[in-house]
């Protein structure tokens, strides 16, 4: 399982020992967490935490910033892609040393782009002082109008070791000594048991004196491999798993991609925008904070250039006026908007009942909602399993068969009356179930109680409904695709100048769709989430977990992991 | 220009104009909170304005709605078609659904969206639970589409 308990660490040191190995600890790249003692209750509120002595230059900090990222390449584009430096923790103490020196490159530079920003404006433009420090800077051997990666990389590794300072501190919060021994030291540690050997192997390469200890709460460590992690991170929003839940990743990234897919609904787009988070995920360096995201985008992607196809929908009706129409068409099973089509569901309902094809996706849409929700009750089933929860099982599973038998007893009044009688009679049973097996102590509890489970039938079926958000809003970006390329067909029949005509037509056709697809993007990432955050996870999730907060060995303008791996 | 064109007319202005007045109600009371929240931290910018734009799509509903009127009446591109009175009117009464779920939903979502403004100043890790809350309000505007959708396609023959 991905769900993995973390393991803690009481560790002993002497006073002067205490910021060397904090700051060996982040630079090793092995990701800890330091807990904070306080945590474990009121007799720990006798203990003395650490002075904090470690001076954090928040103001410098910003300086470098600004001067890294005035260097750094620019545009849409290329705020996507990770700029930082690749480095070794070797280089961060060495920056650290150096700190005057790099103080004043760093500040001549911010200077330089300053005035050089003044002289593009309007103000006077002050040559000399300009030159001036360009001379200073050529001590340094530095130039300030291209920086050399070299010099990028120590600048940034100068960042670095100020963002050390800031670690650092946060660390010193949470060592603590107690008054019958105030020469020692204790911190308590916790990491990921993956690197637990490393980390214990560095603790004792550091003759550091440490003990396995229980620390009150669990501390979860959850992780998902590869694509999945982007996946992880939706239900993570919601709260951490702990290890008696069930780990939901696998079923979101099913039902979040197909969501994702019926709500934008196309497959130009869905290509579009696989391609584009394919670029960066592949063939760049894309920005941490990022990666989650466009990964949810690829795979949603390209689930999507399936859907869309499928429907028969590409770029709204743009292929399908155009000579590949006969390609095109190869894949379509369902023209929404054309009952006629002769795509072969829009030709079976005309033969069975005339019903539109509209309603029939839209009782599709409803019917995979049914799918998503049992998917929850099933979830739901196993974590109080694992929990030796059978109170709540038993709960779950009457529940689970109570709905089937009304749906069962729907369907039977209009398909098959014959089993009309024995789905009535499981509806009574496990009806008489929701007011038994509830948790009310007395009559009046358990009465309560089931008319209380009798009630959430109707946020069932308010549930499903809210799953036909699925079609509808697909078919929004499919119809406003097609009226943009009626217009761009408009523009270019009504006028009469040979190029002007097919220029507008163009341009009207590339702003139209960019609009489109960036709004139905829009509606497309936030319904499929709200289905999940709304429908799907409180039916099992609860999230009580407690996630690992590791101090990020990671520096946001240099890359040390590079090297560890 | 018939009266039943006219009665479809209507139906188009009630859905357009409808859904546009309930996104600018609430896309203008998340954008007067952003900006406030802008002047102190303006890197937040993104963030505003995908919570700022969440009220946007009621007119997008209701101007889908407008142009799926206009295909079906053939005012814009193929032909146009003559129909009577009666169903110039129902035309209208479809558009009624998605035109004031729209105005009220998009109002009513321009004001969680707003108060998420204050997740998103105090906690913007938690920025993806103001926009579940804000999304919220989206399924009654979805709904009153549904019904208007399902009421053009369906229900009314031209």
């Known amino acids: 399982m991905s769900v993995v308990l973390a393991n803690t660490y009481l560790i002993t040191t002497p006073i002067n020992g205490v910021d060397d190995l904090s700051q060996k600890l982040i630079l090793s ?3 800890f967490e330091i807990l904070d003692p306080l945590e474990l209750g009121e007799e720990w509120s006798q203990i003395h935490t650490l002075e904090n002595k470690v001076e954090v230059n928040t103001k410098e900090l910003e300086i470098v910033d600004r001067v890294l990222t005035a260097y750094q390449p620019k545009g849409l584009l290329e705020s996507f892609v990770d700029h930082r430096a690749l480095g070794s923790a070797n280089e961060v103490l060495q920056a650290r040393d150096n700190k005057s020196d790099l103080k004043t490159i760093v500040h001549k530079l911010d200077q330089y782009l300053d005035l050089e920003n003044d002289e593009n404006g309007e103000g006077n433009p002050t040559k000399s002082a ?11 051997n530095i130039n300030p109008e291209g920086l050399q990666p070299k010099d990028y990389k120590l600048i940034s590794a100068y960042h670095a070791s100020l963002e050390l300072d800031i670690k650092l501190s946060q660390v010193r919060e949470k060592i603590f000594s107690t008054k019958a021994n105030s020469n020692t030291y204790f911190a308590f540690f916790s990491v990921d048991k993956l ?3 490393a980390f214990e192997k560095l603790l004792l390469k550091e003759k550091v004196n440490f003990e396995k200890v229980d620390w009150n709460k669990e501390i979860v460590v959850w992780r998902n491999k590869g694509g999945l992690s982007a996946f992880q991170g939706v239900a993570q929003s919601l709260g951490t798993i702990d290890t008696k839940e069930v780990d939901p990743t696998v079923s979101i990234s099913v039902f979040f991609t197909l969501f994702f897919a019926f709500c934008l609904g196309d497959a130009i787009y869905g290509l579009i925008l696989a391609i584009f988070c394919g670029y960066f995920l592949y063939f760049k360096k894309l920005k941490k904070n990022y990666q989650n995201i466009f990964r949810l985008f690829f795979y949603s992607g390209l689930v999507t250039v399936l859907i869309g196809a499928l429907q028969n929908s590409w770029a709204g009706d743009l292929l399908i006026n155009s000579p590949a129409r006969p390609f095109v068409e190869v894949f379509q099973i369902v023209d929404l908007l054309n009952p006629d089509s002769p795509a072969i569901l829009n030709v079976f309902l005309k033969e069975n009942g005339g019903i539109s094809p509209i309603v029939f996706m839209l009782g ?33 599973l009457n529940w689970l068969l109570f709905i089937l038998a009304i749906l069962g007893t729907i369907a039977s009044l209009s398909f098959a009356e014959a089993l009309l009688t024995p789905f009535a009679a499981v509806v009574v049973i496990t009806g008489l179930g929701l007011f038994v097996l509830n948790e009310g102590k007395n009559i009046v509890g358990k009465i309560l109680g089931g008319l209380g489970n009798l009630y959430n039938l109707i946020g069932f079926f308010a549930d499903i409904l809210s799953y036909t958000r699925l079609i509808a809003v697909g078919l929004t970006s499919g119809i406003v695709a097609s009226v943009i390329n009626l217009l761009a067909k408009l523009v270019f029949e009504s006028i009469d100048i040979p190029v002007l005509n097919l220029v507008l037509a163009l341009l009207v056709l590339f702003g139209g769709h960019v609009f489109n697809l960036v709004v139905a993007l829009f509606g497309a990432y936030i319904n499929p989430l709200r ?7 409180p039916k099992f999730f609860e999230g009580r977990g407690r996630a690992l907060k590791a101090v990020d060995s990671d520096f946001s303008r240099l890359n040390l992991n590079y090297h560890s791996k | 220009m018939s009266l039943s064109v006219v009665f479809a007319l209507f139906g188009l202005a009630i859905s357009v104009g409808f859904g546009a007045i309930g996104s600018a109600l609430g896309v203008g009371s998340v954008a007067s909170i952003g900006a406030g929240l802008l002047s102190k931290e303006p890197q937040k910018f993104p963030q505003v304005l995908a919570l700022a734009a969440l009220p946007s799509t009621q007119a997008l509903y209701g101007l889908l709605f407008g142009f799926i009127i206009l295909t079906r009446i053939g005012l814009l591109g193929g032909t146009a078609q003559t129909f009577d009175d009666a169903t110039g009117l129902a035309i209208l009464a479809s558009s009624i659904p998605v035109g004031v779920a729209c105005l009220i939903s998009g109002a009513a979502q321009g004001k969680a969206a707003a108060s998420g403004m204050k997740i998103l100043a105090e906690k913007p890790q938690n920025l993806s639970q103001a926009i579940v809350l804000a999304a919220l309000i989206e399924s009654f505007a979805v709904f009153g589409l549904v019904i208007s959708l399902l009421l053009i396609f369906v229900g009314i023959k031209i």
Request: proline share 0%; glycine share 8%; net charge positive.
């Open chain 1, 29 to 31: 790249g092995l990701q």
């Open chain 1, 130 to 140: 300009l030159e001036y420090i360009k001379s200073t800077l050529s001590k340094y």
């Open chain 1, 195 to 197: 690197v637990a050997k």
């Open chain 1, 364 to 396: 599709l849409s409803a019917f995979i909602g049914l799918i998503n929700i049992f998917c929850g009750y099933i979830l739901h089933m196993v974590t109080s399993l694992k929990s030796s929860d059978f109170g709540k099982f038993k709960m779950e």
């Open chain 1, 531 to 537: 289905l999940h955050y709304v429908e799907f996870m």
